[in-house]
């Protein structure tokens, strides 16, 4: 299982990359490999509002469904177009190819509150098995 | 009757799972491959190739003695004593109300000897309710699955790679036979039989040898496309297949008639048998529920326990949901009330399954959604 340094994480295993006042959100590659194969993700559209810890999607796999959700404050600027083509994508490269969607974030500058490094991110993820 | 509070039981090929690198699940009390990498891409190689299982946890139960045919004949909806040797049956054990305990096949191996093949989640049941009712016979029940690593070898391929390691006709085993033979050197029961809608095998062997017969089969297959595969295809495919699972399509709430398979209780044989009052009656009465298929015309995909909607109000239950990768679409099967079947297929078949508190079109199909050619 890998979990990049320089990301944030959630405990409901998204994953966060932040550039200047943009955040980008996929799932780790731990959720991916819980899910097993993705065949669809129902993401928030363009313009939306997005809130820190409340569901904005639903990520759907062979076995089982499962909430997305948001872990940041803002407006969602821009969904991943290739996903509803090819949901296989948060399989084979979760941190990459698999992103869901970016975020422009409310408090501009600012680290959104709340979220894991990726040390913690490990430790919870060992605690879960 | 399974301690669910202990460690699941490890199979004698958990250990090759482990090696392969499988996501292991407890399933029924057992240690299990839930799948080795992309589930997908198991369902696929068995539907085009082959895939290879361990379904190990399976219950062995053997039913020996002089009335070991009338014993079952008295325990089981079906006919047992009518199996020629070398052949199997599907049946069903019921409860005296008519409600199902599990769905069996039942191998005739010898006069006086019968192996009865159970659900892991119900051995346990099974294996009590069949001593039970030998107890009035001349016939001994026997638990031997620690004994046994069942290996299933599915797909169009399975005929092909086996014959090599056999010292058997493959061409002569037919549909629900099986032979003693002896495949890459190790004795083993041998039967065409199956749970992915595709030709295949199953292979009873001694847990001593399975992972040398794994491994063989394993490297036998490589050419041919043959990968192991993991419980989560297995239930794909027999949804696919519209074959019911029990805990979902079947359970002591419902008959066998409720699931459309009261074929498999013979009513009419000469003895009486457990449950055969309150089936005979079931039989006779208009039916209160009917398993149906549904397609999706939504991505969002039907699950166990979604209600069925007709005209807004709730018409029935979801039994099994998933995205099928042959259809490429999301299946489900359902329980519905017969008239709001017979209302949606007067409609082109047009109803909705609420998905999670929101409506999604689906269409009533005929089961099974997947046959194979030929």
């Known amino acids: 299982m890998t979990v990049p340094a320089e990301l944030h994480y959630t405990a409901e295993h998204e994953w966060v990359a932040i550039n200047d006042s943009v955040a980008s959100v996929g799932i780790t590659d731990h959720a991916q490999r819980a899910l097993g194969d993705v065949v669809f993700v129902s993401a928030p559209a363009a313009g939306s509002r997005v809130t820190a810890g409340e569901p904005c999607g639903e990520v759907e796999s062979t076995k089982s469904v499962s909430d997305l959700y948001s872990p940041v404050d803002g407006e969602v600027t821009e969904v991943n177009p290739e996903i509803d083509d090819d949901p296989g994508l948060v399989n084979s490269d979760p941190y990459g190819a698999g992103w869901l969607f970016k975020v422009r974030l409310d408090g501009a500058g600012e680290m959104p509150p709340g979220l894991l490094s990726a040390a913690e991110y490990t430790s919870l993820t060992k605690e879960e098995e | 009757m399974t301690d669910s509070a202990s460690q699941p039981r490890r199979t004698p090929l958990t250990h090759v799972h482990e090696q392969l690198g499988a996501a292991l699940t407890d399933f029924a009390g057992w240690l299990m491959p839930l799948r080795y990498g992309s589930e997908t891409a198991e369902h696929n190689a068995v539907r085009t190739a082959a895939g290879i299982f361990d379904l190990s946890h399976m219950g062995e139960l053997f039913v020996t003695g002089p009335d070991a045919a009338a014993a079952l004949d008295f325990a089981v909806t079906g006919e047992p004593s009518a199996l020629k040797t070398g052949r199997a049956r599907y049946t069903m054990i019921c409860a005296a109300d008519g409600g199902v305990l599990d769905d069996l096949i039942v191998y005739r191996l010898a006069d006086g000897e019968y192996l009865v093949v ?58 629900y036979a099986s032979y003693p033979a002896s495949v890459a050197g190790t004795p083993v029961l041998l039967a065409r039989t199956g749970y992915t809608g595709e030709d295949g095998f199953e292979l009873f062997a001694p847990a001593a040898d399975a992972e040398s017969l794994w491994d063989a089969i394993s490297r036998a297959g490589a050419g041919d496309g043959l990968i192991p595969a993991g419980l989560a295809a297995r239930d794909t495919l027999r949804l696919e297949a519209g074959m019911p699972l029990y805990g979902n399509e079947l359970g002591p709430e419902m008959t066998p008639y409720d699931a459309g398979l009261g074929r498999v209780v013979r009513l009419e044989k000469a003895s009486d048998f457990v449950g055969k009052a309150a089936l005979a009656e079931r039989a006779a009465a208009d039916p209160q529920r009917q398993l149906v298929g549904l397609t999706s015309q939504s991505r969002r995909v039907p699950r166990h326990g979604y209600p069925v909607l007709w005209n807004g109000a709730v018409g029935g239950e979801v039994t099994s949901g998933a995205p099928s990768p042959t259809l490429g679409m999301p299946i489900a099967m359902a329980y519905v009330h017969p008239d709001v079947a017979a209302a949606a297929a007067s409609a082109a078949g047009r109803l909705e399954i609420d998905v999670r508190g929101r409506p999604e079109p689906a269409t009533l199909v005929d089961l099974p959604f997947y046959r194979r050619q030929g």
């Open chain 2, 118 to 175: 159970a659900n892991a989640s119900n051995t346990a049941v099974v294996s009590a309710a069949l001593t039970e009712r030998a107890a009035g016979f001349d016939a001994t029940v026997t638990d031997r699955t620690a004994e046994y690593a069942l290996i299933a070898v599915q797909g169009p391929r399975a005929a092909g790679l086996l014959a090599p390691l056999t010292d058997i006709d493959l061409g002569d085993v037919k549909y």
